[in-house]
RNA sequence: GGGCGCAUAGCUCAGUCGGGAUGAGCGCUUGCUUCACACGCAAGAGGUCACAGGUUCGAGCCCUGUUGCGCCCACCA
């Protein structure tokens, strides 16, 4: 005898042991397999900066019910996890929590600093890999990766040393993007740009000669006490005379040309452009082009250099003000405009960038971004939703060189040294123990380490063994899909792109499935500021993962934002509990049927033969939808199938066999609840893992674990237009008296007579079979099958249902002028719909250019709808009478 | 300055190939302590698919434009 289930899902209890056992059984664990075909997807790495969010919920639970659905289709699935160092955004955090003991990352040193950062690590990288079983992800732990692991590392440097020997990876100094709060540059793709109300000030600087003025405009004029030109279009007729003039730079006493340059442009301020090399990425352009000097002014704390003059140390803020009242009290203030523009901020800190010179590690774009838009034009890797495709390619068409050194402490050191003696410049993967050219081992390595993106860039092969031959790599590579949010196109999915093309060459996954961003119920972003996050596993702890993850996912599309509320978890887990319920009821009256009992091609009746063909038709609409990546049209058609059809029409109508004596129909039924049962709970596992594990395990199966279970394939004998199309229009007759009995208030208790008029003798015979369909469902004590035209009750109320009338003979509650009142508008109903149908077939061009399928659907329609017209007509009429 | 997304029931959102919007959940109304489930059952109400044109036999869906909201990219000082 079989264990029920017990009388409510506990989600902490059943999640912890079936875990355990997927994990003790090794169903996560690939292993390349010729025998089967690969399908890999490689986690996102979490950054270990802090705890998962809800956003990472989402992020893998959309991961689990894919490799899930592949694994018990028969793939060899791997889900290779792992964790990011996040190099800039775990340096903060740890500063952060430095400062609250009063200490700066300089009194710890850096080794002693690095140390609290794999501390750090230790920490959070464990409380990530242990959120990620909570939810339920099924990755391969015994592969689990760190970007900062040895592996990891040594490809990191292998890659460096290939992009430096091709010539790709190369330092100079050049306008970068400098964050005075973390100290360190970063690259253009982590300057987030705001417009910002701001002005413009319009400066005049007298010519030398003393001719005049020349007057500029700039929104920073702070930035003038380094200035080292001021350039004019050539062409600019107003500006003819003065090229080549010296200026007098006020405030500095410094004089500088007026140079010539295409740059500028005529119509906008004054036409005239005042240039500071050392803090403007135009400027410096043009002092590339006219070889101008850089007066550096601003300092790395962001504080006024001793080139500034008087201005020293002051804040570059406050030093805008000073020099702005200095220039208005020398008479070089011309005006002040309000005027708005972009300032770039850092993505991590948010603290405003300063364009700075700084001599830095770059790495060459354009020979890399070729081939990665190439490959995507090619369709080998494709973008879901296609929409990403150009916001894509216009990335990588207008890329600039990448910036990859940082200077900080966290994160792979560049794989650089420098000769002490003869100044050699040594790029190596293994650390070198003498300079290559003078063998001098007096060797300094480069003290800054990569950007944190330069090693996730390899993530899809270096987890796998890159640079070695692995067979892992070799067989589960490429991946098969990267899942991701969109918010990261630029960061790393871009970058694993064309890093893999290079180093691979091929692309790193087949296609990138880019969703949305969990927002909260007013459609904000989550933020610990706002406290308006929801915390993934405090949803766990009170409703369970697969609640979780269902309210996560279900009515979400790809690409597209989500909001996040209480009742979108309230939804999931009532569904979770009636499944739960379904299943107890199912298991009850099973007692201890056995798999081997299970018949489900004997002794069938039209409900059976219904819920087979529809169980059938779902699995294939879910797996579809699984592949083509609408995982809400996949829950929702679950949803749907289990509540509304398994539940409130299978198993009810169940209940006649099950609590009557006929032996064969009850171990008809029993076979069929079970059988339908069992399959759904593999359609949904993907979805749910744990409580379709758990019901699964106490249902007759097959198998040692629903997770390692084959996808339920689909079987034309279960499809059954027939059955489906007839047991529609019982449904429909059901509920047409349901309708009725509700409308005149009887008791749901109370049980009625019927009377049913069949139109032909096949809808007879399926009312006969369906009898007892109606004395279950619609309460009827006494129900009586005619023929259309048979004698009728002679008080009752009736409803027309396709092919049928329903005559309800309710004594002592019908008022005839009341029901033909309600009959009336129900032929109004019918009359707009004959009308309708009408209206398109009389249209010759709807009946000779539509799809004769549709047309036949049209006039099958049509002639439904006549046939209940009149009959409803001919009911009027007759009561009338 | 470019580009993208969204606009469908009171709210939050689905809607695959262009073929009656029986759309979903929540909320609302009316009945139900019916032997799996009140986290439930049954019956209902509720839509000019943002607006204006166009293509088509047929448009929520395709094309053009407009409005509102949101996002991304961007070296006009």
Same mark, same amino acid.
């Given at each position: 005898m079989k264990e029920n289930l017990a009388t409510v899902y506990d989600p902490k209890a059943v999640e912890a042991k079936w875990y355990q056992h997927w994990v003790d059984q090794k169903y996560f664990h690939a292993e390349p397999n010729s025998e089967k075909e690969p399908y890999t997807i490689v986690i996102p790495p979490p950054n270990i900066t802090s705890a998962l969010h809800i956003g990472h919920g989402m992020d893998n639970a959309i991961q689990d019910i894919l490799i899930r659905t592949k694994r018990m289709q028969g793939y060899e699935a791997l889900w290779m996890p792992g964790t990011d160092h996040a190099s800039i955004a775990t340096q903060v955090k740890i500063e952060e929590a430095l400062a609250k003991e009063g200490i700066s990352k300089h009194d710890l040193g850096r080794e002693k600093f690095l140390e609290r950062a794999w501390e750090w690590k230790e920490q959070y990288g464990g409380t990530i890999i242990n959120q990620l079983k909570k939810i339920g992800c099924s990755c391969d732990w015994d592969r689990t990766r760190f970007t900062m692991d040895e592996g990891l590392s040594r490809a990191v440097r292998e890659a460096f040393a290939r992009l430096f020997n091709k010539g790709l990876i190369y330092r100079g100094s050049y306008i970068t993007n400098w964050c005075p709060s973390c100290q360190t540059v970063i690259s253009d793709d982590e300057v987030e740009h705001e417009e910002k109300d701001s002005h413009i000030w319009h400066l005049r600087y007298p010519l030398k000669d003393g001719s005049g003025f020349i007057e500029v405009a700039t929104? +920073? !004029?702070?930035t003038m006490l380094g200035d080292t030109a001021v350039a004019v279009h050539p062409e600019d007729a107003r500006y003819q005379g003065m090229i080549g003039k010296q200026v007098l730079l006020p405030l500095m006493d410094r004089e500088i040309p007026i140079v010539a340059d295409d740059y500028v442009d005529p119509a906008f301020g004054t036409g005239a452009v005042k240039v500071t090399p050392a803090h403007d990425p135009n400027d410096f352009e043009i002092g590339l082009r006219h070889k101008l000097d850089h007066v550096k002014v601003i300092g790395k704390d962001g504080k006024m250099t001793q080139e500034a003059g008087k201005y020293e140390s002051m804040d570059r803020y406050d030093a805008r003000k000073a020099v702005v009242r200095d220039l208005d009290s020398g008479g070089y203030l011309v005006k002040i405009d309000p005027h708005k523009h972009a300032v770039g901020h850092c993505y991590r800190c948010h603290n405003v960038i300063e364009p700075m010179v700084s001599l830095q590690w770059f790495v060459k774009m354009t020979p890399l971004a070729e081939p990665a838009v190439d490959a995507v034009k090619r369709g080998e890797t494709k973008l879901? !939703? *296609?929409?990403f495709t150009k916001i894509y390619y216009h990335w990588m068409e207008n890329v600039h060189d $990448?910036? @990859?050194?940082?200077? #900080? $402490? $966290?994160?792979? +050191? @560049? !794989?650089v040294w420098y000769c002490q003696d003869c100044g050699e410049t040594i790029v190596a993967s293994d650390d070198p123990?003498?300079?290559?050219?003078?063998?001098?081992? %007096?060797l300094k390595q480069d003290e800054d380490v990569l950007d944190t993106w330069f090693s996730s860039a390899l993530w899809p092969f270096s987890t796998l063994g890159w640079p070695d031959k692995t067979p892992e790599l070799s067989y589960f590579f490429p991946t098969n899909v990267l899942v991701t949010a969109y918010d990261i196109l630029f960061f790393w999915v871009a970058k694993m792109i064309f890093s893999s093309l290079e180093f691979m060459g091929e692309v790193p996954f087949k296609d990138v499935l880019l969703h949305g961003l969990v927002r909260d119920a007013e459609g904000r972003k989550m933020s610990k500021s706002l406290g308006n996050g929801i915390d993934p596993l405090e949803v766990i702890d009170q409703y369970g993962a697969d609640v979780l993850r269902w309210s996560l996912i279900s009515g979400t599309t790809m690409g597209n934002d989500s909001r996040y509320y209480p009742e979108k978890i309230e939804a999931a887990r009532n569904f979770a509990n009636k499944i739960w319920n379904a299943s107890r009821y199912v298991l009850m009256n099973l007692g *201890?049927?056995?798999?081997?009992? @299970? *018949?489900?091609? %004997? %002794?069938?009746e039209l409900a059976d033969r219904w819920i087979l063909s529809r169980v059938n038709q779902v699995s294939a609409e879910v797996l579809g939808f699984i592949d083509s990546y609408n995982f809400g049209e996949a829950m929702r058609t679950l949803y749907d199938f289990m509540w509304s059809e398994y539940c409130d029409w299978f198993i009810e109508i169940s209940k006649g066999r099950l609590y009557g004596e006929d032996e064969a129909a009850k171990h008809t039924a029993k076979s069929v609840l079970a059988y339908v049962l069992e399959k759904t709970l593999r359609l949904l596992h993907p979805f749910m893992p744990f409580i379709t594990e758990e019901i699964w395990q106490h249902l007759p199966h097959q198998g040692s674990s629903i997770m390692i279970a084959p996808w339920p394939a689909v079987e034309d004998r279960f499809a059954n237009q027939h059955a489906e199309r007839a047991m529609a229009m019982v449904m429909d007759a059901i509920k047409a008296v349901r309708n009725i009995r509700a409308e005149l208030s009887v008791a749901p208790s109370k049980k009625v007579e019927c009377t049913l008029h069949a139109a032909t003798s096949e809808v007879k015979e399926l009312l006969t079979q369906a009898a007892a369909y109606f004395t279950k #469902?619609?309460? @009827?004590?006494e129900l009586s099958i005619g023929m259309t035209g048979d004698q009728k009750p002679a008080k009752a109320m009736t409803a027309v249902v396709s092919g049928a009338e329903i005559y309800l003979p309710l004594a002592g509650l019908i008022d005839i002028d009341q029901e033909i009142e309600r009959l009336k508008k129900e032929l109004k109903v019918l009359q707009s719909e004959v009308d309708r149908g009408e209206k398109k077939l009389n249209n010759p061009g709807f009946v000779n250019k539509a799809p004769e399928q549709v047309v036949a659907q049209e006039r099958e329609k049509l002639e439904d709808w006549k046939q209940k017209q009149e009959r409803v007509s001919a009911r009027i009429a007759e009561l009338q009478a």
């Open positions: 929104t +920073r !004029p702070e879901v !939703p *296609d929409r $990448w910036c @990859i050194s940082r200077q #900080l $402490w $966290w994160g792979h +050191r @560049i !794989p123990t003498q300079c290559s050219k003078c063998s001098s081992a %007096n *201890d049927f056995s798999y081997e009992e @299970i *018949d489900v091609e %004997n %002794n069938l #469902l619609a309460g @009827i004590s």
